[in-house]
């Protein structure tokens, strides 16, 4: 094949197999994609307490399938950051909401829909999270209880994924978190520099931070911070 791009795909196993797809669906079958996930996810903690709340809150889709792993069935409203954490919302049986966007319009859609003394917030997370959800909110009232469900574990990059960056052949690595970014960061560290022709495609400002300084050819970011802005920046890169 000519004119193909190659794609290094550093998020979990799931959502970088879900993003091959949606790549080689909807954007370009000539393009080559290699997974190699800079972290792992496990399932962690307890079922939570769902007693006086009002809502239950998912940042990430990794908190809808480790919610739903607990086999916790709920009625409650589940406010979803965005719209694929929606869809995964309502796959696992669960009533979603979308604030079609980050957490700045997940923390804005919630101070729209409920009132504070209707109850409290439950907001599944992981170990790492990229902002304070839980502090916001209780700027504005609420009463916010946090249940961490997940542990996000640093992998290497796979000896395919080092091999290809070794010999020239990736175009553009994807980076979907600052944390991601900090992993692929200190990686590099104990490898060989980076191709010259290499891009970072970023799903914000603040990822984008982590590796301006790093060795690449260009750094871009997504219009918004979300999984939709940042599929649009993957298709104008393959264009």
Same mark, same amino acid.
């Given at each position: ?9 550093? $998020?979990? !196993? ?9 790549? !080689?669906?909807? =954007? ?11 972290? @792992? ?16 809150? *998912? ?5 809808? !399938?480790? *919610?739903?792993?607990?086999?916790? @069935? ?9 719209? +694929?954490? &929606?869809?995964?919302? +309502? ?5 979603? =909401? ?8 997940? =923390? &804005?859609? #919630? ?15 992981? !170990? ?13 009232? *609420?009463?916010?209880?946090?249940? #961490? ?16 960056? &070794?010999?020239?052949? @990736?175009? &553009? =690595?994807?980076?979907?978190?600052? $944390? ?35 060795? *690449? ?21 393959? +264009?």
């Amino acid at each position: 094949m000519t004119n193909v791009k190659t794609l290094l795909l550093t $998020r979990p !196993e799931m959502q970088s197999r879900a993003l091959v797809n949606q790549i !080689e669906t909807n =954007i370009s079958n000539r393009t080559r994609c290699i997974i190699s996930p800079l972290m @792992v996810l496990t399932p962690t903690g307890n079922r939570p307490d769902l007693e006086g709340c009002q809502a239950v809150l *998912f940042t990430s889709v990794n908190g809808i !399938e480790a *919610f739903a792993k607990l086999g916790i @069935v709920t009625d409650l409203k589940c406010y979803c950051v965005g719209a +694929r954490t &929606a869809q995964a919302a +309502r796959s696992a049986g669960l009533g979603a =909401i979308s604030a079609d966007g980050a957490a700045a319009d997940l =923390i &804005a859609k #919630v101070n729209k829909d409920l009132i504070p003394d209707d109850g409290t917030l439950l907001h599944i997370r992981g !170990e790492h999270i990229a902002g304070d959800l839980t502090t916001a909110l209780s700027m504005q009232g *609420f009463s916010v209880r946090e249940a #961490v469900l997940y542990s996000q574990d640093t992998c290497d990059l796979s000896e395919p994924a080092k091999q290809a960056l &070794a010999a020239g052949q @990736v175009n &553009a =690595i994807l980076m979907y978190s600052p $944390r991601s970014a900090r992993i692929f960061g200190a990686v590099l560290a104990n490898t060989k520099p980076l191709a010259h022709n290499i891009t970072a495609l970023c799903i914000s400002e603040n990822t984008a931070a982590e590796v301006r300084n790093i060795g *690449f050819n260009r750094v871009e970011i997504a219009e918004k911070p979300d999984g939709v802005s940042m599929l649009a920046l993957i298709e104008r890169y393959l +264009r």
